[in-house]
């Protein structure tokens, strides 16, 4: 889906885009081309502020303008709520983010594929759609025959450090993750309102 090389994509829109331009090797270099006397990008209008935080969630979560306006559509149909967390918990909610989530896979790109190729079931039942939505109670569990592939050999190895949002946790004993609770916004690197605001114009 994604036609630019991610490094360019980072440099427009941010260092949260993408986990591997959360690095201090991405940091060097940017400093680098700002040391060289690169030109200082002209301030955004109001809808250019509003346009850059929608492509920040459509590449950050790896979702279309369809998708990402659908998600946008429902948290604003739903009356006396926060329209802002309901579409951060839309968007956390999907399958493959809390596949990335609970630790799995080291991208929400690796996780959409290993959900498309059918490595977890949801609730007893296989699932292969990156955008299933999972509730609270939801039990995710590694399919018993990917368990032995080699995409799950280090997942013990990898989960030593790490530390999962508080909705979500993986049993590593039993090869199983559940949902606690509804997803808690603690983004700061995108602006949800701004979101909502381009597409209530």
Same mark, same amino acid.
């Given at each position: 889906m994604l036609t630019k090389p991610k490094f360019k994509i980072c440099r427009r829109l941010g260092p949260g885009v993408y986990d591997k331009c959360q690095t201090a090797k991405f940091s060097a270099t940017t400093? &680098?081309? !700002?040391? !060289?006397?690169?030109?200082?990008? &002209? !301030?955004?209008?109001?809808?250019?502020?509003?346009?850059?935080? &929608?492509? #920040? /969630?459509?590449?950050?979560?790896? /979702?279309? =303008?369809?998708?990402?306006?659908?998600?946008? #559509? #429902?948290? /604003? =149909?739903? &009356? *006396?709520?926060?329209?802002? =967390?309901?579409?951060?918990? *839309?968007l956390e909610s999907r399958l493959d983010n809390a596949v990335y989530r609970m630790g799995l896979a080291p991208s929400r790109r690796a996780a959409r594929q290993m959900v498309s190729h059918g490595h977890f079931v949801v609730n007893g039942k296989r699932v292969t759609i990156p955008s299933y939505e999972l509730h609270t109670g939801d039990v995710v569990k590694i399919r018993e025959g990917s368990k032995p592939k080699k995409i799950f050999s280090n997942i013990a190895e990898n989960l030593k450090e790490y530390s999962s949002p508080?909705?979500?946790n993986f049993d590593i004993s039993k090869m199983e993750g559940h949902i606690m609770d509804k997803p808690k916004n603690t983004e700061s690197f995108i602006d949800l309102n701004a979101v909502l605001e381009f597409y209530s114009r």
């Open positions: 400093g &680098k081309n !700002a040391m !060289a006397g690169a030109r200082r990008p &002209k !301030a955004l209008s109001e809808y250019g502020t509003q346009l850059v935080e &929608k492509q #920040k /969630i459509r590449f950050s979560y790896g /979702i279309s =303008e369809r998708q990402l306006s659908n998600y946008v #559509k #429902k948290a /604003i =149909e739903r &009356k *006396g709520t926060n329209s802002a =967390e309901d579409l951060y918990h *839309g508080v909705w979500v």
